[in-house]
Structures are given as C-alpha cells and as structure tokens.
C-alpha cells in the first residue's frame, strides 16, 4: 500500500507543474529516443563503405560501378535515419500533442512512446548497409550483370525496411491519432486511469522495437541474394523467389510485435478490467518486454533466408531440398516469438496477478518480470536460425545426405531451445505460482 501512495503522491506532485511545460520536456526525452535509431544506418552504411572499397581493391577497372552500388545501397540504408529525424522534428518544431487535450500524463506518455518506437529503425539501417556491401562486392566480380544486382538488392532492402515502416506507423498514431488520447477527454479520466492509459502508450512504443530483428535478418538475405544473382544469373528468379520466401518468414516477429501495439492502442483489454491500476499498467509493459525476444528468432531466421539464397546458385538442381529445410528450421526458430506471444497475451487477456491478494509492489513487479524473462528467446532464435542456415547450405551441397542433415539439425535446435524454455518457466512461476508474495 505504501507503494502505490508513493506513486500516487509522485503524480500529484508531478501534475502540479504547468502542464504545456511537462508535456514539452518529454518531447524533448522522445526526440532523443528517436534518434538512437541513427545507430542502425550508420553501422549499415559504414559495412557498405568498407566492402566498397574491398571491392576496388578487387577490380580497380569496375570501381566506378561496385562504388555506384555501395553509394545507392547505402543510401536506402539512410532511411532509417531520415524517418528518425522526421519524428524529432514534429516533436520539436510541429509537435500536435502540445494543444491536445486530455490528461497531461498520457500525453506525456505519448510523446515518450513515439520516440521508443523509431528504436526499431537500428535493424533496417544495418540489414541495408549490409545489403549494399554485399552488392557492391557482387558487382566488382561481376560488372556486367550490375542492372540484375541492383534490382534484387532495391527489392531486398525494399522489405528490410518494414519494420522501421511499421514503427513509424506506431509513432504517429500515437502523435496525431492516438486512440488512447480519447479515453481521457471524455468527461475527464482518474488519475488511476491515466496511468493504465500512459503505459500502455510506452508499451505500444516498446513492442515494436522487435522489428530490429527483421531488418537485420532481411537485409542479410538480401545481401545474399544480390551475391547469388551475381554468381548465377540464370538462377535470378529462383534466387529472389527463395530471398523472398525467407524474408516474409522473417516478417513474423514484426507482425506479432505490431498486432500487440495495436492491440495497446485500439483494443486494450486492460482499460476495461477490474484491478489495481498499478499491476494493470505494469503488464502492459511486461507484454511489451516480452514481444523484444522476436528480435531474435527474425535474425536467425534472415540468416537461413539468405544461405537458402546462396544454396540456390551454388546447386540449382537442390532448390527444393534446400528450401524445405529452411522452411523447417525458420519455423522451429520461429518458437521464441510463439512462446513471448502467449506469455503477452496472458498478461493483457488472462492475467492471474490481477486477482492475487498480496503486496501490489511485488505482484506488478512480477508482471514486468514475467516480460522480461522472454527477452531470453532472442538467443535461442538466432542460434536455432544459424543452424536452420548451415543446414540448408550444407543439403545444397549434399542433397544426398538430407535426412541426416535434417535429423541433426533438429537435434542441434532442440537444445538451443532450452534456454528460452527457461525462461518461459519462470515467467510462468511469476505469473501463477509466484513464492515471492507470501514472503513479505
């Protein structure tokens, strides 16, 4: 009880402030944020530039065309960056949420989660760069097919950069558009209210930093592709065929992590139910924590996108056995997200804290805990998404050896599973059999 009293005294003594100077200093916060996307473009753009001038070295006589295509790639790889930029901007010279109405703490909240969401623009900015190095390299050995290289890297980057789309979405939603902005206008709203509506505003921001994960692994099969297009050209469409089913395979995170956010805003369960407000604002945190493991499981599963790209132009004739194992593996490294999502779903839908008799410090703590505990997947994700990757190129070299590369590779895949099988009980234990409560 203690606890809460203390929250609630902060709020109060924080609402005394004049409210258009609170709602401009966390957009002054929210800029910030947003920015620590540019991490992304320049890790990208830097690989690019070094594998640039690798290339040159390698054929000084197409050094103007590897250079071409090291500056186009990285260009797209900017994108992240200028989208980042564009949202500080709004927050600093255009901000809409300045003379919006309604409670000044979930209009805080909102300028906040904004600039959270443009985190996921680090993935895209460095899938791209990668991208573009690779295309550049592709082009210094082989200047002549430079029109097929470019395309099938525009078109990688293309769908590396959804994610980062998807984030921009989110931010302005909640800057122009917020849904949540309405619960707190209409006739006014409690404070208790406010602060279930102010994290679910963050938390909105905090899913969709998943999205690094896609952008990372789609910009590396993008970058495979562009290297397969160049060492095969008569495999071109079997090549961005294969990129593009891995690609949209390592979508699925991002999806997930968007579906929750909108759900945050649009269909929050957590507004309507009966609870303490306080562990009702901390698991819609914990719901977001909990979708960051996707990260993960999209990184591994671009990595078995792209060498499913490179097996095609190394063996043609395999197409078909060295796709289907990286269908198998992509989607068995696809179980850390599944796992994150049902523990997310239950803190939002069917949270048992809500319901416990206990100090709400320690049952709201859990909940965040909870979330936490499956950022643990993202290890499993990139590793079982490595393994998916090996064991596609290695059938593309052996197809005659496919069941018992297949056979290993589950076995390999099964055991890397363990941590985030780890994790899942703890978050578990935390949410249903928490031993924490009755110790106080």
């Given at each position: ?17 004049d ?11 929210a ?9 992304g ?6 690989y ?24 186009l ?12 930029l ?6 600093l010279?255009?901000?809409?949420l ?18 959270i ?7 895209p ?8 190095g ?18 099938t ?13 998807y984030?921009?979405i ?7 558009a ?8 209409l006739g ?23 999205g690094i994960g896609?952008?990372i ?25 294969t990129?593009l089913?891995?690609?949209?395979i ?24 009966s ?10 945190i ?18 078995a ?20 194992v ?20 239950i ?6 804290l809500v ?11 859990s ?12 290890g ?7 393994a ?6 290695a059938?593309?070299k052996?197809?005659?050896f496919?069941?018992i590369i ?12 363990t941590t ?8 578990l ?12």
């Amino acid at each position: 009880m203690e606890a809460t009293n203390f929250i609630m005294t902060f709020l109060e003594w924080l609402m005394k402030f004049d409210r258009r100077a609170l709602i401009l200093s966390a957009s002054a916060i929210a800029a910030g944020l947003a920015m620590i996307a540019g991490i992304g473009p320049g890790v990208g753009q830097g690989y690019a530039a070094g594998k640039g001038a690798e290339a040159v070295s390698t054929n000084p006589i197409s050094s103007k065309q590897s250079t071409m295509v090291m500056l186009l790639g990285a260009a797209v790889a900017e994108t992240s960056g200028i989208l980042a930029l564009v949202v500080a901007l709004i927050l600093l010279f255009g901000n809409p949420l300045v003379n919006t109405e309604g409670s000044a703490l979930v209009i805080m909240a909102s300028a906040i989660g904004a600039g959270i969401s443009m985190i996921a623009g680090v993935g895209p900015g460095i899938g791209q760069g990668y991208a573009a190095g690779k295309g550049a390299q592709a082009v210094s050995e082989n200047p002549e097919l430079q029109p097929s290289i470019i395309r099938t890297m525009f078109l990688g980057q293309a769908v590396a950069q959804t994610t980062g789309i998807y984030a921009l979405i989110v931010s302005l939603v909640l800057l122009f558009a917020n849904p949540l902005l309405g619960f707190s206008v209409l006739g006014g709203v409690a404070t208790e209210k406010a602060f279930i509506l102010s994290a679910s505003a963050i938390a909105a921001g905090l899913a969709v930093i998943a999205g690094i994960g896609p952008g990372i692994g789609q910009g590396y099969a993008a970058g495979k592709g562009a290297q397969g297009v160049g060492e095969r050209l008569n495999s071109q469409g079997d090549i961005v065929r294969t990129m593009l089913l891995g690609a949209a395979i390592s979508e699925t995170s991002g999806i997930l992590a968007l579906v929750i956010s909108l759900i945050l805003l649009y269909g929050n369960p957590l507004i309507t139910l009966s609870g303490n407000y306080f562990i009702l604002s901390a698991s819609a945190i914990g719901a977001a924590f909990a979708m960051i493991a996707g990260i993960g499981p999209s990184i591994g599963q671009g990595y078995a996108a792209g060498k499913a790209a490179e097996s095609v132009s190394i063996n043609p004739k395999a197409i078909r056995q060295s796709t289907m194992v990286m269908l198998l593996g992509a989607a068995i490294a696809e179980t850390s997200t599944i796992l994150s999502l049902v523990v997310a779903l239950i803190l939002l839908y069917s949270n048992p804290l809500v319901s416990i008799d206990g100090a709400i410090i320690i049952l709201s703590a859990s909940a965040i805990g909870a979330g936490l505990a499956m950022i643990a997947g993202i290890g499993p994700g990139i590793g079982q998404g490595y393994a998916a990757g090996k064991g596609t190129e290695a059938v593309a070299k052996r197809p005659q050896f496919q069941a018992i590369i297949m056979r290993t590779m589950f076995l390999g895949q099964a055991v890397a599973q363990t941590t985030g099988i780890y994790a899942l009980i703890i978050a578990l234990v935390l949410m249903f059999a928490n031993p924490l409560i009755s110790l106080l």
